[in-house]
């Protein structure tokens, strides 16, 4: 298995993540966007993931290429997010962040599906390689803060570019591990979600997605106008991530004692808490 390959993926994808997301918001506000505005901005991502890995998924499935659909959704996510260096008005960043968010947001389902095919028989372990993941949020979104608070927000579109060439060059180094033989003909999207329990955990990711929606664009900006420096903002979400990382080292115990049903709940009903 190539371990490092694969989570050197990891690493750049939610590095690049914690480039953009606690950090997007402020650099919109500080190019005089409103808040309405930025939450229009930011909501294009969030819009985008509905439509693009389904779409990018029905390609790969029938291509049977999931990798190279990795490595081109990649490319064209760092091509087109350089867009960014020469629009100044809002329909201009709009269309922009339509086109990276279409690229970028196809590239995650299909490396799940390509490390789940190098795991096979051992997908507990995914966790270990996912947390490489947390490691890149972790070491991006204090580096960035000091950088914001140095040099000012006009530094992060460069940064992101660099963690997007990162995904790339990563993508590039993965083998393919080729696709399993299905036992059995999987069934219907439809079907699926007419099943009580696929329709319950859809409703319950959707809602915990809408959450996250207003915390990751407006949250830093609570932080800044309510007296918080740039690196105060990010040693804040990235002790968040740091927890993380050590549930993703231990996950492969937690469902073995526990189970994936009850964690689950757990999770989600601290998530109420919070």
Request: a positive charge.
């Amino acid at each position: 298995m190539p371990y490092w390959r694969l989570s050197s993926f990891y690493l750049f994808y939610f590095a690049a993540l914690g480039a953009l997301l606690p950090f997007w918001g402020l650099y919109l506000k500080d190019r005089g966007f409103a808040s309405l505005a930025i939450g229009e901005l930011m909501a294009i991502l969030t819009a985008i993931r509905i439509v693009a890995p389904n779409l990018w998924g029905w390609i790969a499935d029938r291509t049977e290429a999931p990798l190279f659909m990795v490595r081109l959704a990649s490319l064209s996510a760092l091509l087109t997010f350089s867009g960014m260096f020469v629009v100044d008005e809002f329909w201009g960043i709009a269309l922009v962040m339509a086109l990276f968010g279409f690229f970028w947001n196809a590239s995650l389902p299909q490396i799940e599906a390509v490390t789940f095919d190098h795991l096979g028989s051992r997908a507990h372990r995914y966790a270990i390689i996912r947390l490489w993941g947390s490691v890149g949020f972790i070491i991006a979104v204090p580096v960035l803060s000091a950088a914001v608070e140095r040099i000012g927000t006009r530094i992060i579109p460069e940064l992101v570019l660099v963690l997007y060439a990162g995904i790339w060059l990563s993508s590039l180094a993965i083998p393919d591990p080729g696709r399993p033989p299905m036992d059995q003909p999987s069934s219907s999207l439809s079907r699926l979600v007419r099943q009580p329990e696929i329709a319950a955990f859809l409703i319950a990711c959707f809602l915990m997605q809408v959450s996250h929606g207003a915390f990751y664009v407006f949250y830093s900006l609570y932080l800044t106008e309510a007296g918080y420096s740039s690196t105060a903002v990010g040693t804040l979400l990235a002790w968040g991530v740091a927890l993380e990382v050590l549930v993703f080292w231990r996950m492969h115990r937690l469902l073995e004692r526990f189970g994936a049903r009850r964690i689950l709940l757990v999770s989600l009903g601290l998530a109420v808490l919070r």
